[in-house]
């Protein structure tokens, strides 16, 4: 009879774990689905040259960090999104946008994110906060890949 309340107890306690686990998988991957929600607006606002997209992936008080000839720069998301030039650049048919990966921990995250371009590859490091309901972009490093372009032969 010990034996058998033992094995009913192990057996209780293996459903319990087992719902608990798969709970926490599907809050994390509702979470991890909201997260590419927010990229998907960061992704917008490079296919359409819409700022607006920017602003809404982004807090307001996001910093975006990369280098620039040997120096660490630094802007502002109104500086960052204020390039926006508000149409589709003239090369965006042949522009790939892709989540490389995505790690989500309670109410922080982050992502890295390749725009592969024609003339150039960027590596995106994306750190993001929930805030309220919502995933934010709070900080942004890059680097930039300039590719190389093919010489033209001499006829």
């Not at 107890?9 to 809050?27: E, K, Q």
């Not at 991957?29 to 909201?34: C, K, L």
């Not at 709070?138 to 890949?145: E, L, P, S, Y």
Request: glycine share 6%; aromatic share 10%.
């Amino acid at each position: 009879m010990k034996k058998l309340i033992f094995f009913c107890a192990i057996l209780s306690g293996m459903w319990v774990a087992a719902v608990w686990s798969a709970s926490a998988r599907n809050l994390l991957d509702s979470e991890e689905a909201n997260v590419r929600a927010c990229i998907e607006h960061y992704f917008r606002g490079h296919s359409t040259g819409d700022g607006a997209h920017f602003r809404r992936a982004f807090h307001p008080d996001a910093k975006l960090f990369f280098m620039r000839e040997g120096k660490v720069t630094q802007w502002t998301l109104e500086e960052y999104a204020g390039r926006a030039s508000g149409q589709p650049a003239p090369d965006e048919a042949q522009r790939k946008r892709r989540i490389e990966s995505i790690d989500v921990t309670g109410n922080a995250a982050m992502a890295k994110i390749v725009l592969d371009y024609p003339s150039v590859t960027f590596t995106d490091y994306m750190s993001l906060l929930k805030v309220g309901d919502e995933w934010r972009i709070v900080n942004k490093t890059f680097h930039a890949d300039q590719k190389l372009r093919p010489q033209k032969r001499d006829q």
